[in-house]
């Protein structure tokens, strides 16, 4: 994990309030890579006549080391090639325990010619990423993020008001002297400098194909199984696994224990915990996250601890609501008398979160340490500029409520109990690797639209939907996710969006990852919850979906806003 930023300005352009931007973007990009910083300044000038014309290229990249055994300062460096580097190889390139896998890929592209073997190589490894690459012989700079987004890259394209070109992990929030939008993941941008130099970006830009070669097995995303059930397709009554699906669970979990293997391994000490999510990123409450966190358990030392991050917040809209005080709308759905007094932080995801912990320490022998903070909400509040910030350029009310849950949840402040009835002890993680449960319910048909799918248009109705679901996932939440986890100086990991998971479950027939026939815990993502009850995780199996923000009512704190409505930032 690291922070890249990235300026290319002409060289005359040197003014007071472009060198104090610059500043404040390596400020805010270094805290994603705590452990070093480091920067590169190249001049660039085209044909002796365009001298007057040259160009100064600033990169700036901050590490969090969590491969190899040497300490890594970025960018790096050699015969005038730079490359920043924001991300992990999985699978696709052979990294030993001793290597670090930006070093190994860094000296790959030293050793290619042409644009295409570029695109080849990138298409040839999987696991979350994005870079900046300057070539020194061509004066081209490359930039991309992986197909699924799992890191975020911002760019800022040249205007007449602001005639530089930025790249940065995390911006600044919004700001007069950067327009920032998210890098598309349908290519992979070649800038060529000299093209610059003698006329404008948008001639100097070109958008290279990702690679569809052979062996190029992580280039794009993949089509949805258009298979049919039979007309006569049972519908599914239990989790004890059907006959017709037992192959299907068993390679499911095969999968999802190798990209979970994948992404707990050979990191440094004491730098792994369980980090879970319900539905979209955060919070232990869900069957997401426990099968994650069991089979976490599988390959991590049986001495070392595992934590689990769950957050609660104070909520002045449902304690009203649960005081019986709200309008005449909600008293008719929440009469008084029906509502019964709970502990102010006991919200449903930390009820159902301390109940999978005891079915964890039942299964799994080991050390849980089951973090609870809890935050008042005045914290949250003075926090909002912070993560509005960090969010950016996301900016709607529901993007501010998930993006308060995982702020805090990463964060890892709060109390441990390691046992029911003990004291609760002030404990801050220091895990900096993190799991999230993010993708299960998009790929495995976990969310009410899909039952409405088939409502509205039968199987063929619920493929289409899962098929937009994969589409969308690259532009929706995972670039603000990895913006505001990793101001904290730790970092991700995805189990369930492994190339190699996604192609999988798309490669599945329908019928075989979900049933909307079935009712809710039993049907939407019937092959996960399959899965986990045949690993012996029954409580968890059959816990229904609820939403991160509302399970940790971090959602609309300040009234009954809908969800898409933007910010005033």
């Given at each position: 994990?690291?922070?890249?930023?990235?300026?290319?300005?002409?060289?005359?352009?040197?003014?007071?309030?472009?060198?104090?931007?610059?500043?404040?973007?390596?400020?805010?990009?270094?805290?994603?890579?705590?452990?070093?910083?480091?920067?590169?300044?190249?001049?660039?000038?085209?044909?002796?006549?365009?001298?007057?014309?040259?160009?100064?290229?600033?990169?700036?990249?901050?590490?969090?080391?969590?491969?190899?055994?040497?300490?890594?300062?970025?960018?790096?460096?050699?015969?005038?090639?730079?490359?920043?580097?924001?991300?992990?190889?999985?699978?696709?390139?052979?990294?030993?325990?001793?290597?670090?896998?930006?070093?190994?890929?860094?000296?790959?592209?030293?050793?290619?010619?042409?644009?295409?073997?570029?695109?080849?190589?990138?298409?040839?490894?999987?696991?979350?990423?994005?870079?900046?690459?300057?070539?020194?012989?061509?004066?081209?700079?490359?930039?991309?993020?992986?197909?699924?987004?799992?890191?975020?890259?911002?760019?800022?394209?040249?205007?007449?008001?602001?005639?530089?070109?930025?790249?940065?992990?995390?911006?600044?929030?919004?700001?007069?002297?950067?327009?920032?939008?998210?890098?598309?993941?349908?290519?992979?941008?070649?800038?060529?400098?000299?093209?610059?130099?003698?006329?404008?970006?948008?001639?100097?830009?070109?958008?290279?194909?990702?690679?569809?070669?052979?062996?190029?097995?992580?280039?794009?995303?993949?089509?949805?199984?258009?298979?049919?059930?039979?007309?006569?397709?049972?519908?599914?009554?239990?989790?004890?696994?059907?006959?017709?699906?037992?192959?299907?669970?068993?390679?499911?979990?095969?999968?999802?224990?190798?990209?979970?293997?994948?992404?707990?391994?050979?990191?440094?000490?004491?730098?792994?915990?369980?980090?879970?999510?319900?539905?979209?990123?955060?919070?232990?409450?869900?069957?997401?996250?426990?099968?994650?966190?069991?089979?976490?358990?599988?390959?991590?030392?049986?001495?070392?601890?595992?934590?689990?991050?769950?957050?609660?917040?104070?909520?002045?809209?449902?304690?009203?609501?649960?005081?019986?005080?709200?309008?005449?709308?909600?008293?008719?759905?929440?009469?008084?008398?029906?509502?019964?007094?709970?502990?102010?932080?006991?919200?449903?995801?930390?009820?159902?979160?301390?109940?999978?912990?005891?079915?964890?320490?039942?299964?799994?022998?080991?050390?849980?340490?089951?973090?609870?903070?809890?935050?008042?909400?005045?914290?949250?509040?003075?926090?909002?500029?912070?993560?509005?910030?960090l969010m950016f350029p996301a900016k709607t009310v529901m993007d501010l409520s998930l993006a308060l849950a995982l702020y805090f949840?990463?964060?890892?402040?709060?109390?441990?109990?390691?046992?029911?009835?003990?004291?609760?002890?002030?404990?801050?993680?220091?895990?900096?690797?993190?799991?999230?449960?993010?993708?299960?319910?998009?790929?495995?048909?976990?969310?009410?639209?899909?039952?409405?799918?088939?409502?509205?248009?039968?199987?063929?109705?619920?493929?289409?939907?899962?098929?937009?679901?994969?589409?969308?996932?690259?532009?929706?939440?995972?670039?603000?996710?990895?913006?505001?986890?990793?101001?904290?100086?730790?970092?991700?990991?995805?189990?369930?969006?492994?190339?190699?998971?996604?192609?999988?479950?798309?490669?599945?027939?329908?019928?075989?990852?979900?049933?909307?026939?079935?009712?809710?815990?039993?049907?939407?993502?019937?092959?996960?919850?399959?899965?986990?009850?045949?690993?012996?995780?029954?409580?968890?199996?059959?816990?229904?979906?609820?939403?991160?923000?509302?399970?940790?009512?971090?959602?609309?704190?300040?009234?009954?806003?809908?969800?898409?409505?933007?910010?005033?930032?």
């Amino acid at each position: 994990m690291c922070g890249v930023f990235f300026c290319v300005r002409h060289s005359k352009d040197d003014s007071p309030a472009l060198l104090e931007l610059c500043g404040r973007l390596q400020y805010t990009n270094g805290a994603r890579g705590p452990d070093s910083q480091g920067t590169q300044r190249i001049s660039v000038t085209g044909p002796d006549e365009l001298n007057h014309a040259a160009l100064t290229l600033d990169l700036y990249a901050s590490e969090l080391r969590l491969r190899g055994i040497a300490p890594i300062v970025q960018p790096h460096e050699q015969d005038g090639n730079v490359f920043c580097w924001n991300g992990e190889i999985f699978d696709g390139m052979e990294i030993s325990k001793e290597e670090n896998d930006g070093v190994k890929l860094f000296r790959a592209l030293r050793a290619l010619e042409t644009l295409e073997q570029v695109c080849d190589l990138f298409g040839r490894i999987e696991g979350p990423y994005a870079f900046v690459y300057y070539h020194a012989a061509s004066r081209r700079v490359l930039f991309a993020r992986d197909p699924l987004g799992r890191r975020s890259l911002l760019i800022h394209r040249p205007t007449i008001e602001n005639p530089y070109f930025l790249l940065a992990s995390v911006s600044t929030g919004s700001d007069p002297a950067c327009e920032f939008q998210e890098v598309s993941t349908e290519y992979i941008y070649c800038l060529e400098l000299l093209d610059l130099i003698a006329s404008n970006f948008d001639s100097a830009l070109a958008k290279l194909p990702r690679s569809s070669g052979a062996g190029t097995l992580y280039s794009q995303l993949c089509s949805v199984n258009t298979t049919l059930p039979p007309d006569d397709w049972p519908v599914i009554t239990s989790l004890e696994t059907p006959g017709y699906l037992t192959q299907a669970v068993d390679d499911f979990i095969a999968r999802l224990d190798r990209s979970v293997e994948l992404r707990v391994r050979n990191v440094p000490q004491p730098s792994i915990r369980e980090f879970g999510a319900q539905t979209t990123d955060q919070s232990v409450a869900g069957i997401d996250c426990t099968t994650l966190a069991f089979l976490a358990h599988k390959h991590l030392p049986p001495d070392e601890p595992i934590d689990l991050l769950n957050v609660a917040f104070e909520n002045p809209r449902k304690v009203k609501l649960q005081a019986g005080e709200t309008g005449s709308k909600s008293k008719k759905k929440h009469p008084t008398s029906a509502v019964e007094p709970r502990p102010l932080y006991m919200v449903p995801d930390r009820v159902t979160g301390l109940q999978e912990v005891e079915e964890l320490r039942r299964l799994c022998p080991r050390v849980w340490n089951f973090v609870s903070p809890l935050h008042p909400f005045d914290e949250s509040q003075q926090a909002i500029p912070v993560i509005e910030a960090l969010m950016f350029p996301a900016k709607t009310v529901m993007d501010l409520s998930l993006a308060l849950a995982l702020y805090f949840a990463s964060r890892g402040k709060g109390q441990i109990r390691r046992y029911p009835g003990a004291d609760g002890v002030t404990y801050t993680t220091p895990a900096k690797v993190l799991l999230n449960g993010l993708g299960s319910d998009e790929l495995l048909g976990g969310y009410g639209r899909h039952r409405t799918a088939y409502g509205s248009g039968g199987w063929k109705g619920v493929i289409d939907e899962l098929q937009l679901e994969i589409d969308r996932i690259p532009s929706r939440n995972l670039g603000r996710d990895d913006r505001v986890i990793s101001s904290h100086g730790k970092e991700t990991r995805h189990p369930f969006l492994s190339l190699s998971i996604v192609s999988f479950l798309a490669n599945l027939p329908v019928h075989l990852k979900m049933d909307p026939r079935a009712e809710t815990g039993l049907g939407d993502k019937m092959l996960l919850r399959s899965a986990a009850r045949k690993m012996g995780l029954v409580e968890a199996s059959s816990r229904k979906k609820r939403a991160m923000q509302f399970g940790s009512h971090s959602a609309r704190m300040d009234g009954e806003k809908r969800g898409d409505i933007p910010l005033k930032l």
